[in-house]
Nanobody, 126 residues
Framework: QVQLVQSGGGSVQAGGSLRLSCVAS????????MGWFRQGPGKEREGVAG???????TYAQSVKGRFTISQDRAKNIMYLQMNSLKPEDTAMYYC????????????????????WGQGTQVTVSF
């Protein structure tokens, strides 16, 4: 059974940093995307960052230059390093994994994902 278990997150002041982790079990992830999504208050869930099996990364425009996605496929761990956080980054963050071999820009599209983490709250204050 595939499980994605998230850790990290919390509360930080604007300009601060946080790192999210996502450990996958029961899933090789060798052929598909893994990604991070978020859902802010009153907003739809959006793709934040994605990484494919070639380690090609894609980011939402709003986080480019501030967030970095990385992955250790051998250990099935994915990270999201978030720097220069802004209040508008406040959201519930989810990691996700896809079975599909699609990669590249597909990695921030919710439709391709099959498995989801439990979510972790990130709150950025002024």
């Amino acid at each position: 059974q595939v499980q994605l278990v998230q850790s990290g997150g919390g509360s930080v002041q604007a300009g601060g940093s946080l790192r999210l982790s996502c450990v996958a079990s029961g899933f090789t992830g060798s052929s598909g995307c893994m990604g991070w999504f978020r859902q802010g208050p009153g907003k739809e869930r959006e793709g934040v960052a994605g990484i494919d099996s070639d380690k090609w990364t894609t980011y939402a425009q709003s986080v480019k230059g501030r967030f970095t996605i990385s992955q250790d496929r051998a250990k099935n761990i994915m990270y999201l390093q978030m720097n220069s956080l802004k209040p508008e980054d406040t959201a519930m963050y989810y990691c996700a994994a896809a079975r599909s071999p699609l990669g590249g820009n597909w990695c921030t599209r919710e439709a391709i994902y099959n498995y989801w983490g439990q979510g972790t709250q990130v709150t950025v204050s002024f």
